[in-house]
């Protein structure tokens, strides 16, 4: 596995039950899902701009911190 990078799929009676790769090459998978999550909630974020369903950062910031009773910038 470490050599080839190829995971190995254990079966039980012909079907696949489990799957081992070297620690490499599942961080690897890890970033990649981390990246596509990222670019998901950009996507989201500039479908929303577009559709005028958000608010400007300024206005949720008051609103959150007087939410949650934090002083703002004097």
């Known amino acids: ?3 080839t990078k190829a995971p190995v799929v ?3 009676n012909g079907k696949a039950e489990l799957v ?3 620690a490499e090459s599942c961080q690897q998978l890890l970033d990649a ?3 596509m999550d990222a670019i998901e909630g950009i996507k989201r974020g500039l479908k929303s701009m577009k559709s005028n369903a ?3 950062a300024e ?3 008051r609103e959150f911190f007087a939410e949650k009773g934090i002083a703002g910038e004097e």
Do not use: A, I, W
């Open 1 to 3: 596995m470490k050599k």
């Open 10 to 12: 254990l079966t039980v």
């Open 20 to 22: 081992v790769q070297d």
């Open 33 to 35: 899902k981390d990246r």
């Open 54 to 56: 958000g608010k400007p």
């Open 59 to 61: 206005e949720f910031f």
